[in-house]
């Protein structure tokens, strides 16, 4: 299955530490979209990134949040010093360059603090 | 500011009854893209279908069925004859690719139940 893979699928982590999440985009896929999903709640919009690049933040934490996606290697959001509030579900998906393609998601990491 | 609305937070039926779930959604753009998605309860979420805004025609794939109305800027979605493997979140989603952002904007979702 060459799907959007997201590792880990869950991550227990106490209040203060550091969560790292991994996001594999599709095979041919440049483009890769974080969502977070509350309790309950639908997805919401986190950054959206290409190669090496940032192009849409707007939806991100200012503080304790980060994002990457190095020329080589998975896309990384980092949650620094982790609250309570913190807890979600954190999905990546993948497009391809053409705007006309779907956004296919990854089955998510499931971020509890304790 | 895009906007989608999916107004029927909880809809409960019993199995073989038809099912329509709604989706209004509000966006300045021309063109733009439509998604439903399906969140079952083991989590992941599974891409069920993107209608283009200049398409209009209804779709129909085996149960499911879209009826896409612009003048009314709603993408509606029936599940005929449910049965309990259809039970799951129900999400409706917006996106305008042709500017710089690609975002999907989602819906606060339907929790479909289907009942045996």
């Known amino acids: 299955n060459a799907g959007v893979m997201q590792n880990p699928r869950h991550l227990v982590r106490r209040r203060g530490q550091e969560a790292r999440l991994r996001c594999s985009p599709m095979k041919g896929h440049s483009h890769v979209y974080w969502y977070r999903q509350l309790p309950e709640e639908g997805l919401k919009f986190m950054v959206y990134l290409q190669k090496e690049n940032i192009i849409d933040e707007s939806g991100m934490p200012k503080e304790r949040f980060s994002a990457e996606f190095p020329k080589e290697g998975p896309s990384i959001l980092r949650i620094q010093q982790v609250v309570r509030g913190d807890s979600a579900a954190y999905f990546c998906a993948s497009s391809s360059d053409s705007g006309n393609q779907p956004q296919h998601f990854g089955d998510g990491t499931r971020l509890s603090i304790l | 500011a895009q906007k989608v609305t999916q107004a029927q937070t909880e809809i409960s039926v019993v199995e073989k009854e038809d099912v329509t779930l709604d989706c209004v959604y509000e966006?300045?753009?021309?063109?733009?893209?439509l998604f439903w998605y399906k969140q079952p309860p083991s989590g992941e979420l599974v891409f069920l279908i993107r209608r283009n805004s200049f398409d209009e025609q209804n779709e129909i794939s085996g149960r499911y069925s879209w009826n896409f109305q612009k003048s009314t800027s709603s993408f509606n979605f029936t599940i005929t004859a449910s049965q309990v493997v259809d039970s799951a979140v129900y999400f409706c989603?917006?996106?305008?690719?042709?500017?710089?952002?690609?975002?999907?904007?989602f819906g606060s979702g339907t929790r479909l139940q289907v009942q045996p």
């Open positions: 966006t300045r753009d021309t063109t733009y893209y």
């Open positions: 989603a917006l996106s305008d690719p042709d500017t710089g952002r690609r975002a999907l904007t």
